[in-house]
């Protein structure tokens, strides 16, 4: 089932009874992480074992294959890679040195992942973990000034601020200021915390409790506030206020 696609990514869940996948290639990047049971691997002659806290990570055109055990029912996240697609976030090309790493952090990571609604905060995450495997053997230019970082961040948030109701293309986002997708997200974490979509998101929200506290019509708060739906509003401001826009009126009225 696949959760979120562009043209340089796709994520999605394989659900399949225990079995065996057969000698096969992918044309992109694949990183995967076993949900419940474990498998055992076959890549270009080399077999290791995975279970859930192991995080397999394939180059495109590698014959591969596995043999699935220790669960009736198999489910795995898997996120795919267009080979351009690290020339176009990270201005570099990359290569997988090893089919494996024991890391259940970036299992876990990947998991979460496949059950966000939002397109823009799968993106950002997706980007923010594939700066994490690759920066080991990244060969990144130098520091860049951290003046010059902190200006830049700053341009970011007051465009972010500027119209609450928007949410703008990670990519479009960072090449506004002529960098890549990447080297924005970490520089914006580095400054605040949190990857920029991240950050607008907590500021829509805080706007959305300012609306809701003056006795705005939820609807209307939700577009105000950048979501496409009531419904949708309603699901994001759960997740962090842990009530619904409604329960939040009557006790700050």
């Given at each position: 089932?696949?959760?979120?696609?562009?043209?340089?990514?796709?994520?999605?869940?394989?659900?399949?009874?225990?079995?065996?996948?057969?000698?096969?290639?992918?044309?992109?990047?694949?990183?995967?992480?076993n949900v419940?049971?474990?498998?055992?691997?076959?890549?270009?002659?080399?077999?290791?074992?995975?279970?859930?806290?192991?995080?397999?990570?394939?180059?495109?055109?590698?014959?591969?294959?596995?043999?699935?055990?220790?669960?009736?029912?198999?489910?795995?996240?898997?996120?795919?890679?267009?080979?351009?697609?690290?020339?176009?976030?990270?201005?570099?090309?990359?290569?997988?040195?090893?089919?494996?790493?024991v890391?259940?952090?970036?299992?876990?990571?990947?998991?979460?992942?496949?059950?966000?609604?939002?397109?823009?905060?799968?993106?950002?995450?997706?980007?923010?973990?594939?700066?994490?495997?690759?920066?080991p053997?990244?060969r990144?230019?130098?520091?860049?000034?951290?003046?010059?970082?902190?200006?830049?961040?700053?341009?970011?948030?007051?465009?972010?601020?500027?119209?609450?109701?928007?949410?703008?293309?990670?990519?479009?986002?960072?090449?506004?200021?002529?960098?890549?997708?990447?080297?924005?997200v970490?520089?914006?974490?580095?400054?605040?915390?949190?990857?920029?979509?991240?950050?607008?998101?907590?500021?829509?929200?805080?706007?959305?409790?300012?609306?809701?506290?003056?006795?705005?019509?939820?609807?209307?708060?939700?577009?105000?506030?950048?979501?496409?739906?009531?419904?949708?509003f309603?699901?994001?401001?759960?997740?962090?206020?842990?009530?619904?826009?409604?329960?939040?009126?009557?006790?700050?009225?």
């Open positions: 089932m696949i959760t979120f696609r562009n043209e340089l990514l796709e994520l999605g869940s394989v659900r399949v009874s225990t079995g065996r996948f057969p000698k096969h290639t992918h044309d992109e990047f694949v990183i995967s992480a419940n049971g474990h498998e055992r691997v076959w890549i270009d002659g080399k077999t290791f074992e995975a279970d859930t806290s192991t995080l397999t990570t394939y180059n495109p055109g590698e014959l591969q294959s596995s043999e699935i055990a220790g669960a009736d029912v198999w489910l795995c996240a898997s996120l795919y890679v267009r080979p351009d697609a690290f020339e176009r976030y990270f201005h570099a090309t990359f290569e997988f040195d090893a089919p494996y790493a890391r259940p952090d970036f299992t876990r990571e990947l998991i979460s992942m496949v059950s966000m609604s939002s397109d823009a905060d799968i993106e950002e995450r997706c980007v923010s973990l594939l700066h994490r495997l690759i920066a053997t990244s990144a230019a130098a520091a860049e000034n951290r003046a010059g970082a902190q200006s830049r961040i700053k341009r970011v948030q007051t465009y972010l601020l500027s119209d609450l109701s928007v949410v703008p293309d990670l990519q479009s986002l960072a090449a506004s200021e002529g960098i890549s997708a990447a080297h924005l970490r520089s914006f974490h580095r400054e605040t915390g949190l990857p920029p979509l991240a950050w607008q998101m907590q500021q829509r929200i805080a706007h959305a409790r300012t609306l809701l506290r003056s006795g705005h019509p939820i609807a209307m708060v939700a577009l105000d506030a950048g979501f496409a739906d009531q419904a949708h309603t699901k994001a401001f759960v997740r962090f206020m842990g009530m619904t826009p409604g329960q939040f009126r009557q006790i700050n009225s």
